[in-house]
């Protein structure tokens, strides 16, 4: 396969030209400008200029620096994997529903662990939904549980085996020293433990969340920011009937 090097897009093709966003534990001032040039500098950038700086708080001085990189990505070596997603709409995930399973799917959601943020899990489960896309709650033939926020791996295990559930959906907000995957890790051990994990579908989601991330994790699919809830409603009916024997999703 023939090479295929990138750089950034900046003013012409290739230019390399990137925009940086940062904070520095220094208070603000020329010398904390210069500091910030001079650190953009060590991660192997060139033409750097500091175009705004703003002490946020006392001695914590916030940066947007523009700048050009000097590293080229051989484009063709690039490998990525996504969740395997037949798009399906409002209407034709219902019928599959109430054709194939005969029952409402059961659909358990949760911010596992500290995370006390539900904007992830609300906007694929709250009937609202996001951007103008149905939340699962507004679905007739799911049954959406959203179980909100800081919610302990035991709970929502116990809670899944208590209304049968088809899939658990987690989301994690904070990942701050990478407590996101510490509790997405647990939620896998706890399941294997109780010999269970084969019991459900589970998908994980939020702002580092990609789909490679989460297989790797142990879980069946990932979705990053910008999943609409449909995207995950198709995802979790077409996956569940695939392993049923059931195919043609789409007219």
């Known amino acids: 396969m023939a090479k295929e090097m990138i750089k950034p897009y900046g003013d012409t093709l290739n230019d390399g030209m990137v925009q940086l966003a940062f904070t520095l534990p220094v208070a603000g001032g020329p010398r904390a400008k210069k500091a910030a040039e001079l650190y953009v500098a060590k991660l192997n950038f060139t033409d750097i200029a500091v175009s705004f700086s703003r002490e946020i708080a006392d001695g914590f001085t916030y940066f947007v620096v523009y700048a050009k990189a000097l590293p080229e990505l051989d484009y063709s070596t690039v490998q990525a ?75 929502l295990v116990a809670r899944a085996v208590e209304v049968s559930a088809d899939a658990l959906l987690v989301s994690q907000t904070v990942t701050q020293k990478d ?61 569940l009937l695939r392993r049923k024997g059931v195919t043609g999703f789409v007219d």
């Open 81 to 155: 994997t996504e969740a395997r997603v037949t798009k399906l709409d409002f209407y034709r995930i219902n019928e599959l529903i109430k054709t194939h399973i005969n029952r409402p799917l059961v659909v358990v959601g949760a911010s596992i662990g500290s995370d006390a943020h539900t904007v992830g899990i609300d906007a694929i489960m709250n009937m609202k939904g996001y951007n103008q896309d149905y939340g699962l709650e507004r679905y007739p033939q799911i049954e959406a549980i959203n179980m909100g926020a800081q919610v302990g791996c035991e709970e």
């Open 179 to 239: 407590v996101h995957l510490a509790n997405f890790t647990e939620l896998i051990e706890l399941l294997e433990a109780e010999k269970i994990r084969d019991r459900f579908l589970l998908v994980a989601g939020g702002p580092r969340i990609s789909n490679d991330l989460a297989v790797e994790l142990g879980y069946d699919a990932g979705f990053g920011p910008g999943t609409v809830p449909s995207q995950v409603a198709s995802y979790m009916v077409t996956t």
